[in-house]
């Protein structure tokens, strides 16, 4: 196997890694109906005129399975936090006793769950999508190199090894979305 023709399965696979990883952070953020911290991630709180990341400006905990907790570093900021959570539009509403801002997570109706999991499936097939765009620039990648002079069945190899990379990614994003619809239809 010639050097350039390894560089792309490489390139190949490292792509397809991030797209796994993105996945998985993405449903992360589908939440369960149990209380973490990450269902406050990337919420922008204005910070003296300046909109800046919430995990920023206050601590983040979760205080039981269904309870957050939001503790700012400044009394001030109890407010701002209190406003961006309401605008974000989570279906949490925050409670602010003068120290902390307290969030109920509430429990979830059997069809929220099934929205949940479209929208899991959703993330599913976008990752999907990506590993097939990874999986369609490889193989072209690989038929220029059979243009400037790379043995044909070197290259029949390689398109095989990028089918066998892509369908273990597919693999693993179907065992991510099974683990993660497992969660959410738990009761």
Known sequence: MTEDTKFILDSAKEQMEKAVTHLEAELVKVRAGKASPSMLEGLMVD???????MNQVANINTADAR????QPWE???LTPIEKAIQ?????LNPQND???IRILVPALTEERRRDLVKKAKSELENAKVSLRTIRKEANESLKKL?????PED???????????????????CDKHLEVKEKEIMTV
């Open 67 to 70: 309870t957050l907790v939001v």
């Open 154 to 172: 070197e290259i029949k190899d390689a398109e095989a090894k990028v089918q066998t990379l892509t369908d273990s990614y597919v693999i693993k």
């Open 75 to 77: 009394k001030s900021m």
């Open 87 to 91: 605008v974000a539009n989570l279906g």
């Open 47 to 53: 910070y003296y005129g300046t909109m800046t990341p």
């Open 146 to 150: 059979q243009k400037d002079g790379t």
């Open 98 to 100: 003068g120290v902390l």
